[in-house]
């Protein structure tokens, strides 16, 4: 029933930037987590950030400064704007989402508490 859908993601040079969306449907929960999530080849998936029905925010520190979460609630879409990129932002980007009756904070960059997915857009960021 719930579904998840990543768009926006391409191919940019160092420095460049790209805004990456996150369509959500099926919750009827009007308190939720929604964390965007890469992953690159070989590597662990890697919490980037969170975002909580209310507002609260959370970033992993490799991208602090660089990226904003924010969501449209009308639209049900939560966005990732990423400035500043770096070769090492190259990974498939992920959105996931869950209930969360409160902020968890620093878990909600946790990948395994979350349930639902999308499919994933793939940013490359050449040197």
């Known amino acids: 029933q719930v579904q998840l859908v990543e768009s926006g993601g391409g191919s940019v040079e160092t420095g460049g930037s790209l805004r990456l969306a996150c369509a959500a449907s099926g919750y009827t929960s009007t308190s939720n987590c929604i964390g965007w999530f890469r992953q690159a080849p070989g590597k662990e998936r890697e919490g980037v950030a969170s975002?909580?029905?209310?507002?609260?925010?959370r970033y992993a520190d490799s991208v602090q400064g660089r990226f904003t979460i924010s969501q449209d609630n009308a639209k049900n879409t939560v966005y990732l704007q990423m400035n500043s990129l770096k070769p090492e932002d190259t990974a498939m980007y992920y959105c996931?989402?869950?209930?969360?009756?409160?902020?968890?904070?620093?878990?909600?960059?946790?990948?395994?508490?979350?349930?639902?997915w999308g499919q994933g857009t793939q940013v490359t960021v050449s040197s």
């Open positions: 975002i909580y029905t209310t507002g609260p925010t």
């Open positions: 996931a989402a869950r209930r969360c009756p409160i902020w968890p904070g620093a878990r909600s960059l946790l990948a395994s508490t979350y349930a639902d």
